[in-house]
Structures are given as C-alpha cells and as structure tokens.
C-alpha cells in the first residue's frame, strides 16, 4: 500500500513552535487511485478504528466513492519513525520556509490530494508564551506577545504530499 507524507511549511515570524496533536482530525481531499472522483473534506484520525469487508485488518478510514459499490477505500494515519516529527506534530523556527513530513497517510484505492489545515493548532512564540487553538484555515495567523513585546505570525502555511518510498 502507498503512503503518503503530509509535508508543511510556513513562514515563522517570532514563532518557536507550531504544532498539531497526532490524534487530531486531518480533513483531507482524498481522488479515487483508480479513477477521477474526488472527495473533499474527508476527516481520519488515528483514534478511530474501522473493519475492512472481507478482511480481518482494521483502518482509521473506510470509504466508498460510488454508493452501491462493494470497493472499499482505506487510510491509516502513521508515524514513521525518522521520517515524520514524532508524536505532535511540530514545526520548529529551524524549519522557517522548508517543507516538514509531519504525519504519513497509508492508502488503499485512493490518494490525498489536499490537506485542510484544521484542527487544534498550538503555537508557542519566541517570548515563550503559548496560544492554544489557533486557526490556520486562511493559512496564516497573527498575534501579539506582550513577553517579547512583538508580534507573532504564521504566514504562506502550504502543504504537500509526497509518497514515501522506505
């Protein structure tokens, strides 16, 4: 089975770390591997655990493109130890404007295509102070921290998959 690497970059300005739970809820746009359908806002998380048909395995997502078919679409969420950041998931200043494997996907009859940056985002700013919550969904974000008495950013957020071969 394929997996893909979600890989992000940003512009860090002022920022130490931004990171994202690995148990979050990735909200991807997912294309059938066979075909051209497309679904958008698909959600996995790695918290969740569904039977495949005819098969004893298990996976965080199960999906059918067409109702009625009896082909099934599975994801796995993974870490991949030395490739992916370890456990929540993080970005750090070292990284500014570099693309970061954050979390792998392995997938059966289908391929992310788009990655939706939703979800429980922390960041924590050069000063030290840490903002719970933040919302990347326009990609970028911006605050002020009173500690280092300068703003803080995130800024250009993009993301990318690309299919690991180890």
């Known amino acids: 089975m394929p997996t893909f690497l979600l890989c992000i970059r940003a512009e860090l300005d002022n920022v130490d770390t931004i990171s994202i739970p690995s148990t979050t809820h990735w909200c991807l746009d997912v294309k059938e591997s066979a075909g051209s359908e497309e679904k958008k806002g698909v959600y996995v998380t790695s918290t969740e655990e569904h039977e495949l048909n005819g098969s004893k395995g298990t996976a965080n997502l199960v999906m059918k493109f067409a109702k009625g078919s009896k082909k099934e679409s599975s994801v796995n969420v993974l870490e991949i130890k030395g490739v992916t950041r ?47 919550n933040v919302d990347l969904k326009e990609n970028e974000w911006s605050d002020y921290c009173e500690k280092a008495a300068a703003s803080v950013g995130i800024y250009s957020f993009e993301s990318k998959f690309e299919l690991h071969k180890g």
């Open 86 to 132: 370890p456990c929540d998931a993080e970005l750090a200043s070292d990284d500014d404007g570099k693309f970061v494997p954050i979390i792998a996907f392995e997938c059966r009859g289908l391929e992310p295509i788009a990655f939706h940056p939703e979800g429980d985002w922390h960041v924590v700013s050069s000063g030290g102070t840490k903002y719970d």
